[in-house]
């Protein structure tokens, strides 16, 4: 069954809008699991432009909830995450000027300080995964760098499809990197863009067992609620 990681930082981004406390993502956290999410996913950017230091540790201490938190390479970050200790890690790339991430990690450039860190988090038991491009190069490099996990980075498919241009090659592109890290026991997740047409064309990928989704299902949420925006989410990768 395929699951579903609701990443919540832009409740972060609205309660920031007012400097004041809400609304509160340790809330969001707990409630979005309560309406079906199977995780939470938050994003610790050097910045700090969304989910704070706080945010982060109370939602990892709580044990109601699975955490995947994203972080960047730096040293500062991945000593922090390693104190608050989430369920999950997924490495990221980080630019300060980047309005999102905008690709994934550059593995061949990264692959020493990528192997140590995954080392070190392996190490007291917390999932590792990379997000990175959809190229089999990035699978085989991923299978190297002995991660227990990857993350497509969606944003090419979803752009794709929201401009109603043709989508097929980067599908296949994407099917062929999932069936690849499945062979090597890499658990393959997607992210990034995706909206409810994109996250049904690629849950007919069977490799693909988890999706994290934030933008869309905030912004979806104003318009639907956040519980019934998580429950089509989860109808859709149903299959
Ligand atoms: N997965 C990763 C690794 C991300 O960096 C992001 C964006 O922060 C997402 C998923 C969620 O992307 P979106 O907000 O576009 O759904």
Redesign the pocket.
């Known amino acids: 069954m395929k699951r579903l990681g609701v ?1 919540i ?2 409740i972060a981004t609205v309660r920031n809008a007012r400097g004041e406390n809400h609304p509160d993502p340790f809330h969001a956290a707990l409630q979005v699991v309560k309406m079906g999410a199977d995780s939470v ?1 938050i ?1 610790l950017r050097e910045d700090r432009r969304h989910i704070n230091d706080l945010d982060a540790k109370k939602i990892c201490q709580t044990k109601k909830i699975l955490v995947n938190l ?1 972080i960047s390479m730096n040293d500062k970050i991945v000593n922090n995450a390693l104190k608050i200790k989430p369920n999950y890690i ?1 490495i ?1 790339p980080e630019n300060r000027k980047e309005v ?2 905008e690709g994934g990690l550059n593995l061949i450039k990264n692959k020493k300080k990528l192997s140590k860190i995954i080392e070190r988090f392996k190490k007291v038991k917390i999932r590792t995964s990379l ?1 990175i491009n959809p190229t089999l190069k990035d699978i085989k490099l991923s299978k190297e760098l002995n991660a227990d996990c990857v ?1 497509i ?1 969606t ?1 090419k498919i ?1 752009n794709l499809v929201k401009l109603k241009k043709k989508y097929n090659s980067e599908l296949n592109r994407i099917r062929k990197c999932s069936i690849l890290a499945k062979k090597f026991n890499i658990e393959v997740h997607a ?4 909206d409810y047409k994109t996250t049904k064309i690629l849950s007919k990928i069977n490799e693909i067992e988890e999706f ?6 905030i912004g979806e949420s104003i318009f639907i609620g956040l519980s019934s925006v998580i429950k089509k989410f989860k109808k859709i990768i149903k299959n």
């Open positions: 990443n930082d832009h996913t994003h994203e997924c990221v999102t991430t997000f993350e980075h944003g979803s992210g990034h863009g995706l994290n989704i934030g933008h869309f299902i």
